[in-house]
């Protein structure tokens, strides 16, 4: 892990058009999709959790370390929320992404993103050859995505680097996502024997 401390962001400000209503509000065993994420980024090797939402979005109480701040945006574009990630994530060494749509991510994933970063430019999950998150973004990376513009996330940017680390192996889980209502039915009785 860098010597200098990581933060998370939670992307939580999309416009959730598939799923038809306040996606991230939705219950998923037992409490808001939004929680699964944020308590996932808690668990990251961090010294903050900033939450990137719309205005409406009730993320809810998070006493204890490491601290959750959430940053309210009105645009829904990844872009904005990315910048607003990393503007909120001040003097950060690096960046994990989390998605707030993403409630399975396993514990200990991100442990091994930090450990394997070293100084490359970003470290992904992989599962079955597929890139998942969340994404640790180094520093270095930073500059870069302030020049991102609408719907554009880090993914262009990423395919053109031969300095980003990889975690192969990682559950399937990283790639699971819940884009529709019935995606949440679907996971919710997802097993770690399918992980």
Do not use: C, Q
Request: charged share 25%.
């Amino acid at each position: 892990m860098t010597a200098a401390p990581l933060a998370a962001v939670v992307l939580a400000a999309g416009s959730a058009r598939r799923f038809g209503s306040d996606k991230l509000s939705a219950p998923f065993r037992g409490e808001p999709l939004v929680h699964h994420a944020i308590r996932a980024a808690r668990a990251a090797p961090v010294d903050r959790v900033i939450v990137v939402a719309a205005p409406g979005l009730d993320i809810g109480a998070w006493p204890g370390d490491p601290p959750v701040a959430a940053v309210r945006v009105d645009s829904a574009a990844l872009s904005t929320s990315l910048k607003a990630g990393i503007a909120a994530a001040g003097d950060a060494a690096g960046l994990f992404v989390f998605l707030g749509d993403m409630p399975l991510v396993p514990p200990g994933v991100a442990a091994r993103l930090a450990a394997a970063l070293g100084r490359g430019y970003a470290a992904i999950p992989r599962s079955d050859g597929r890139n998942g998150h969340p994404v640790l973004l180094s520093r270095r990376a930073f500059a870069d995505i302030a020049r991102l513009e609408g719907d554009e996330g880090a993914g262009k940017l990423l395919k053109a680097r031969d300095d980003v680390a990889f975690v192969d192996g990682s559950a399937k889980t990283v790639l699971l996502d819940i884009d529709r209502v019935e995606d949440l039915a679907r996971l919710e009785h997802w097993g770690d024997d399918e992980a």
